[in-house]
């Protein structure tokens, strides 16, 4: 996952990862890529677009 640099660490992506696989910290967003199932719903509900899927 890509966070751009306009993620307002809201919170909204964390809160709807239906593995827990996000955490909001202070000005970062930790993602457990290795476990995703790639799902997209916290690109869905970013309210600002700052997230990205990772092309591999």
Known sequence: MIV????MYC???A????RN????????LEFNNE????CKICI???PVKA???EVV
Do not use: A, H, M, S
Request: aromatic share 4%; proline share 3%.
């Open 4 to 7: 751009k640099e306009w993620c």
């Open 11 to 13: 919170g909204e992506c």
């Open 15 to 18: 809160g709807v990862c239906p």
């Open 21 to 28: 696989l996000i955490q909001v910290r202070e000005l970062t």
């Open 35 to 38: 476990e995703c199932n790639n």
């Open 44 to 46: 869905q509900v970013c």
């Open 51 to 53: 997230l990205e899927e």
